[in-house]
């Protein structure tokens, strides 16, 4: 189902706001990215590049094997991440840029882990693994041009999105060089999309009036599913481990819907209103729309070294499959990490990490229409924590930027440059049980 569509009168009109900018319902919730949002105490600041350590809470998403080195049972949480974030298109019409923004509070992680046995470890967390909150109102004015008579363009954007994961994480040592885990997570996805946008043009004959189309989009979704994962955790030497884990998401069950209302075109042309709806307006209801839980198989293989009792060192390569499953064509995604943790001062551990966000799409065509933005991203992390007795306190940020391009225009082919970019705060702690 394609609602976008290119409308233009006789003369002089170019494609219709309405979705001059897109706003394709079955598309909505489909996501670029894997490591929209860091999570963890330690994790977050070092890049993610946590899978060879993982002996906190947010081991069981990292490496469910990590649990059982970790020294006593605890319980960790990210009070808020504040997260702000933007999509920059460049040269849309006359020169102007249109910006997507969104900013939000999210309460990112909450995990604790308790012993069962010497040698057995429980967990749990409950965090978000995405989140999207954006609230738009745009005016792009005076675009009239010798080659157009558009002249202004007005768009209402409401959009939430946020991605669960929740479930328990068992951890087994097997020998003193060799540790197993496997988490099982309940998945949630939901989302709420309105897009209200008017297009006005100065008329041929009459240059005091203006010609308009109006668009409106509504869509509401939600979608279930699971995803067990198993880690491994290897020590090949007393300062040396190497974690491995595979995951894969499997969609149980969503609902969804959608209303769409435009302004009619007879051809290339506006109809011109009569008062009657029917004859001025299309309007169509979709009671059940594509509403999934996306599932990739998913891989880390990460490496943690410990020179010191101060140094802590780790790198990580994480992949995802070409997902059929998705409504655009999709590519495997691979994203690496390096992060480190210095604890000179014992009590104020400082970390450090740097990682790549990489897009699941293509890179775009000359030739094509409608095709998904390519933004490749690069991201930096720190954070730093205050240590007591039984509690500990931390505070991080993430960074991530990049350069690509994508085509916000629905039905041509015009590329636009893209920029993207986010910022991150956490504020943590923890407790020991």
């Known amino acids: 189902m394609m609602i976008c569509s290119r409308v233009r009168n006789l003369s002089r009109m170019l494609p219709l706001l309405g979705l001059l900018f897109r706003a394709d319902p079955v598309l909505a919730a489909e996501t670029w990215y894997y490591k929209s949002l860091l999570v963890g105490e330690r994790a977050s600041g070092m890049g993610g590049a946590y899978s060879a350590i993982a002996d906190d809470p947010s081991g069981a998403w990292y490496n469910p094997a990590g649990l059982v080195m970790g020294r006593e049972s605890y319980l960790s949480g990210s009070v808020n991440a504040y997260q702000t974030s933007s999509i920059e298109f460049e040269n849309v019409l ?21 012993e069962l046995a010497p040698k057995t470890k ?21 675009l009239e041009t010798e080659e157009s008579n558009l002249t202004s363009i007005t768009r209402q954007l409401l959009r939430n999105r946020t991605s669960y ?6 951890s087994q040592q097997l020998s003193p060089r060799l540790m197993i885990g496997l988490s099982a997570f309940m998945l949630y996805q939901s989302e709420r999309f309105l897009d209200q946008q008017r297009a006005l043009y100065i008329n041929d004959v009459d240059p005091l009036k203006r010609d308009y189309q109006l668009n409106m ?10 995803m067990p994962k198993l880690g491994v955790l290897y020590i090949p030497y007393p300062r040396l481990s190497v974690g491995l884990t ?5 969609h149980m069950a969503g609902t969804g819907s959608a209303k769409v209302m435009g302004t009619q075109v007879d051809g290339d042309s506006i109809v011109v209103p009569t008062g009657d709806f029917s004859t001025d307006f299309s309007a169509a209801d979709y009671s059940s729309i594509r509403s999934r839980v996306l599932s990739p198989y998913e891989a880390s293989l990460g490496l943690a070294w410990f020179p010191s009792e101060v140094w802590t060192l ?4 994480d992949g995802q499959t070409a997902d059929p499953e998705f409504q655009y064509d999709v590519v495997p995604t691979w994203n690496a990490a390096v992060g480190a943790e210095w604890a000179g001062i014992p009590q104020m551990p400082l970390r450090l990490g740097f990682f790549t966000n990489n897009s699941n799409t293509r890179g775009l065509s000359s030739s094509g229409t409608d095709q998904r933005e390519h933004v490749n991203q690069l991201g930096a992390s720190g954070g730093l ?35 993207v970019s ?5 504020l943590s702690g923890s407790y020991q049980l």
């Open 217 to 226: 989009t509504y869509l509401t979704r939600e979608a279930w599913g699971v």
């Open 165 to 170: 994961v929740v479930g328990p994480a068992l």
């Open 94 to 114: 006359s020169g102007s840029s249109y910006v997507y923004r969104s900013q939000g509070l999210i309460p990112s992680f909450f995990g604790f882990t308790q």
């Open 122 to 142: 429980f967990g749990f967390l409950l965090m978000v693994r995405d989140s999207l909150s954006q609230e738009q109102d745009d005016l792009l004015a005076n």
């Open 422 to 426: 986010s910022l991150t705060f956490f």
């Open 385 to 419: 924590s205050w240590l007591s007795p039984g509690s500990s306190i931390s505070v991080s940020t993430t960074y991530q930027w990049g350069l690509g391009s994508g085509q916000i225009i629905s039905g041509i082919t015009d590329v636009q440059d893209v920029s």
């Open 246 to 250: 595979v995951g894969k998401s499997f």
């Open 314 to 317: 780790s790198a990580q390569l």
